[in-house]
C-alpha cells in the first residue's frame, strides 16, 4: 500500500484539531459535548458539533461521522473538505447545515467499532422498555465467537462462512444483538452516552426544520473507495431517498442485500423528527472484503475482552482496524472525497422537493 497524504488524519487528537480549524477558518462556532471518558493516551474526547446558514432555515442537511468509531476518520475528512470548499458561505437562506463531528468519540479514539459500553451505537436506538429484539443465529455462534481461544475464533468464522455463504455469515455477526454484553455486535440495553447527545444535538438543531437529510460517513463495506449510499426507510421514505440519491441506494429493509439492523440510528432520526421530511442514508464507503476485514474485528474483539489492549499486540490490532476502515491510501482518500461532494451535492439540489 502506498502512503497517504495529509488530508486524513488517523488519531483522534489531530481529526478534532483539523476540524475545528477548518470551522474557525470559515467563521463558525463549535459547540462541544465533552465525553466524561479519555483516550487511551489520556486526551480529552467530545463530540463537536457545528451549524451554518439560518437558525430559521426550512431545509437543513445533517453530515454525521463516527457512530462506528473505527470509521470516524473518513467521515471527518469529508466535513472539513466540505468546509474548506467556502461552501458554508455560500448557502442560500432556507438552507442550513449541521456537521456532528465524532457521534462515538470514545470508539474513534480507541479505534473501537463501538462505544465504551461495548455498545453498536447503529444498534442502540430500541425502545428499551419493550422486549428486545431476539437474533437467534448469534446466540448459537455466540460463545466460540467469544472464545479466549483465538484459534478457535478464527476457525469459527471459516465454518461460519462455509455453512451459512457470506451475506447469513455477516447477518449472523453483524445484525445486532441485545442479550451478550460481552458480545459481538451488541445492542446495548440502555441508552448510550453517545445516542443522549444526538437526541440532544436533533432536539436543538432539527426540531424546526421541515425538510431533514441526514448523511451518515461509514466505511467497510463494499468495493473498494466506492461510497454506496444505503437507507433503512422504506415507503415513501424509500421513494424520496431514491428520488434524491438515486435508484441503486441498498435498501435492506426493503428486503435489498445487507442486513436490516433493528435499532439503527435512522430509527432515533425518525422518532426525534416526527414532524419532518425525513431523508437519511449511510454513505458506506468500501475498504477490503468481508473476509478480510472481519478477522481483524474479531481480533479487536478479543484483545478487549480477554487480550491488553495498551500492550504492543493490542496496539497492532487496533491500527490493523484503522486501516480496514481507513486504508493508507491515496487513490482511495481521493474517491472518498470526490464521492462526499457528489452526494452532497444531490442533497442540495433535491431537499427542496422533499414532500
Known amino acids: ?12 487528537t489531530s481529526a478534532q484539531q483539523r476540524f475545528r480549524a477548518a470551522v474557525a477558518a470559515v467563521g463558525g462556532h463549535i459547540e462541544s459535548h465533552v465525553h466524561p471518558l479519555r483516550g487511551p493516551d489520556g486526551e480529552a474526547l467530545a463530540t463537536d458539533v457545528a451549524r451554518f446558514g439560518s437558525q430559521n432555515a426550512r431545509e437543513l442537511l445533517i453530515l454525521i461521522s463516527g457512530v462506528h468509531g473505527v470509521e470516524h476518520y473518513p467521515g471527518s475528512a469529508c466535513m472539513v473538505s466540505w468546509l474548506e470548499s467556502g461552501a458554508a458561505a455560500r448557502l442560500p437562506d432556507n438552507v442550513a447545515v449541521l456537521l456532528i463531528h465524532a457521534i ?16 453498536d451505537l447503529a444498534r442502540n ?11 437467534r443465529k448469534y446466540d448459537i455462534i455466540h460463545e466460540a ?14 465454518q461460519l ?28 440495553q440502555k441508552a448510550q452516552w453517545s445516542n443522549i447527545q444526538l437526541r440532544d444535538i436533533l432536539s436543538k438543531h432539527a426540531v424546526d426544520a421541515e425538510a431533514v437529510t441526514v448523511i451518515e460517513y461509514h466505511s467497510g463495506l463494499g468495493p473498494f473507495g466506492y461510497g454506496m449510499p444505503v437507507t433503512m426507510q422504506t415507503g415513501s421514505g424509500l421513494e424520496r431517498v431514491r428520488n434524491l440519491f438515486g435508484p441503486d441506494v441498498v435498501a435492506p429493509r426493503a428486503g435489498e442485500g445487507l442486513h436490516s439492523a433493528p435499532g439503527h440510528t435512522s430509527d432515533g432520526y425518525a422518532e426525534a423528527l416526527p414532524d419532518s421530511c425525513l431523508t437519511s442514508i449511510v454513505l458506506e464507503y468500501g475498504t477490503y472484503p468481508p473476509d478480510v476485514s472481519l478477522p ?7 484483545v478487549t475482552h ?33 464521492r462526499s461532494g457528489e452526494i452532497i451535492g444531490m442533497a442540495f439540489a433535491g431537499m427542496e422537493n422533499c414532500k
Open 104 to 119: 462515538n468519540p470514545w470508539g474513534a479514539a480507541h479505534y473501537r467499532r463501538y462505544t465504551e459500553g461495548n455498545v
Open 145 to 158: 465467537i467469544s472464545s479466549a481461544d483465538r484459534n478457535r475464533v478464527a476457525a469459527s468464522l471459516s
Open 125 to 135: 436506538f430500541v425502545n428499551f422498555d419493550r422486549p428486545l429484539p431476539v437474533h
Open 1 to 12: 500500500m502506498t502512503k497517504s497524504g495529509p488530508r486524513f488524519a488517523r488519531d483522534f
Open 161 to 188: 462462512f462455509a455453512e451459512l455463504g457470506e451475506r447469513d455469515a455477516i447477518e449472523a455477526l453483524m445484525g445486532g444483538q441485545y442479550a451478550f454484553p460481552d458480545g459481538f455486535s451488541f445492542g446495548g
Open 306 to 338: 480477554h487480550g491488553n489492549p495498551d500492550s504492543a499486540e493490542g496496539r497492532a490490532i487496533k491500527q490493523r482496524n484503522l486501516e480496514m476502515h481507513c486504508p493508507d491510501d491515496p487513490k482511495w482518500e481521493d474517491a472518498v472525497l470526490k
Open 296 to 302: 481483524v474485528l474479531l481480533d479487536d474483539h478479543w
